[in-house]
């Protein structure tokens, strides 16, 4: 695809729940997009309901390489990379004493160490952008990182021991990257939803556990990481905002 002045973004996890949502979300908001995670037939049936440019792009967050040419395959396709949601997440349910070390290296993996890898890949194809000046119409202020964190990293839910932790080291480089980022004009936010109507949280928990009621839709999520990328929450820059069902976030 051609270069273009729309503001590029990428999300992870896309196929789905929360980074479905936040693609409709952006997509309103007048980004191109590439979507990115495991599943490719999701990932065209979120690009098909965008009114805007969409690639899909099978990557595992979990590996480096492919964390690298994902950012570096956005720069070329497009031009330019603006946005970085990181959404995609996994979230093992498990007693302390169940928690293999392969259940841990794969829940640090997928949460923390797939989207270091991703905001380090941005942030060099961010250097050179401002090196050379390459940037969007004034829709998005500069270029945004968004964590999708999990109130699990605030106040913990029995079983989530390695998920937790993970989502807190999530919450920890969108503090670094805020301080790293203010001579770059870089902003960066982490969103904590609770539990929120997704296949993935009713593959863990039943509704008599958590009823419908008390659940975030995922459109919840998305306005909250819309309006950071669109600078109407800069003042919360640096921080993890928290999302509640029935409390605007």
């Known amino acids: ?36 995670g495991r599943r490719m037939d999701a990932l065209r049936e979120t690009g098909q309901m965008l009114s805007g440019a969409w690639l899909a792009k099978r990557c595992d967050v979990a590996d480096p390489s492919e964390c690298d040419r994902l950012v570096e395959e956005t720069a070329h396709e497009f031009g330019r990379v603006d946005v970085l949601v990181n959404n995609a997440g996994d979230a093992p349910l498990a007693p302390i004493a169940k928690h293999t070390p392969d259940v841990i290296k794969r829940t640090f993996e997928i949460n923390a160490l797939g989207p270091a890898y991703l905001i380090a890949a941005f942030w060099r194809v961010l250097e050179r952008q401002i090196a050379g000046e390459r940037g969007a119409d004034a829709s998005v202020r500069g270029p945004c990182i968004v964590n999708v964190s999990s109130m699990a990293s605030l106040d913990p839910f029995p079983g989530f021991f390695a998920y937790a932790a993970a989502k807190s080291a999530l919450n920890s480089m969108v503090r670094s990257c805020h301080k790293e980022g203010q001579a770059l004009g870089v902003r960066c936010f982490g969103v ?4 929120v109507e997704t296949e993935m949280l009713r593959g863990l928990f039943t509704e008599a556990a958590i009823p419908r009621e008390v659940t975030l839709r995922p459109e919840d999520v998305a306005r909250v990481v819309g309006e950071c990328v669109a600078g109407d929450r800069d003042e919360e820059a640096g921080t993890t905002i928290p999302v509640r069902a029935g409390v605007a976030g």
């Not at 979300?25 to 990115?36: I, P, S, T």
């Open 192 to 195: 904590a939803p609770g539990a």
């Open 1 to 36: 695809m051609a270069a273009t002045k729309h503001p590029v973004a990428i999300v992870t996890g896309a196929g789905s729940g929360i980074g479905r949502a936040v693609a409709l979300e952006l997509d309103r908001r007048g980004c191109v997009q590439v979507l990115a």
